[in-house]
């Protein structure tokens, strides 16, 4: 590689990493202040057209939405009171989920348990405790519950797979096509749907709007990197879903399918 292209290849990577930065330190200050996400600033880009679209197998999701290698995902109640999500992909990174969206972290020389840490905001893990510092301030969390990832294993031809309740469902986005199914009313009804991608936007608040016209009724599917909890289970997840169909609203959480684990 040239010394020119190594440069901007170098100034891209430092780009992507102020702006980690700077939107976590914004987040966690956000979360601690106000004590719930307002939703912040969002850049959606519209798809491409959807002849582009249709020449791939399956849209390609945001990594926010995915554990990247990381076997379980964990639950932290944290104080000031909120809720945060973390999964270890390697023993060199942690992947932090607040309510505003996604950042990894490296980890950090630490005499004690695990500490990761990016230009002043960290998160500082001791067996079931952990402590999350920026220049903002400091959240004291308590690990409240796990989850293994979800693999090919559970679901091997699907590509993203989300689920809620009252009354519960799921739907699955599948991995060579551009459908989705949806089951609904505990398992009674079922809807298969070709879609097209309305918009997306990839980084830390990643977030993706899937809408189709196949089915019985308009559908609309929109998914969201942040904290999200099975709100039976307590059950930590990476995306937050809702889902409009039928003069209906669905509440869940979702994560993208690893490989595996």
């Known amino acids: 590689m040239s010394k020119a292209l190594q440069a901007g290849k170098d100034r891209r990577a430092l780009y992507r990493h102020r702006s980690s930065v700077r939107w976590l330190t914004l987040s966690l200050g956000a979360l601690m202040l106000a004590g719930c996400a307002s939703g912040g600033h969002q850049e ?9 679209l249709d020449s791939l197998k399956s849209p390609l999701l945001p990594s926010a939405f995915f554990a990247d290698g990381g076997d379980t995902f964990t639950a932290w109640r944290c104080t000031p009171s909120q809720d945060l999500v973390t999964t270890t992909p390697d023993d ?3 992947r932090l989920w607040t309510a505003l969206g996604e950042t990894e972290l490296p980890r950090a020389v630490v005499g004690a348990g ?17 402590r999350v510092e920026s220049d903002n301030g400091q959240l004291v969390c ?13 679901h ?3 590509i993203f ?7 519960g469902w799921n739907v699955s986005l599948d991995r060579n096509s551009h459908s ?7 398992g009674q009804a079922s809807d298969t749907f070709d879609y097209r991608v309305a918009s997306i936007h990839n980084g830390s608040d990643a977030n993706m709007v899937l809408v189709s016209d196949s ?3 308009p559908m609309e599917l929109n998914l969201r990197a942040g904290a999200c909890f099975d709100d039976m289970s307590g059950k930590p997840w990476p995306v937050k879903v809702m889902l409009r169909y039928g003069g209906r609203e669905f509440h869940g959480c979702g994560q993208g399918v690893e490989a595996h684990r």
């Open 44 to 52: 959606t880009h519209s798809a491409a057209p959807s002849s582009t």
């Open 114 to 130: 695990s500490r990761y840490e990016l230009d002043g905001v960290s998160f500082w893990r001791q067996g079931r405790d952990a």
């Open 142 to 154: 308590t690990l409240a519950n796990e989850r293994e990832t979800t693999t090919r294993e559970q």
């Open 215 to 217: 089915g019985r009724y």
């Open 180 to 186: 989705l199914t949806l089951v609904s009313d505990y």
């Open 156 to 158: 091997p031809d699907s």
């Open 92 to 94: 060199k990174r942690l």
């Open 161 to 167: 797979y989300a689920g809620g309740n009252e009354p």
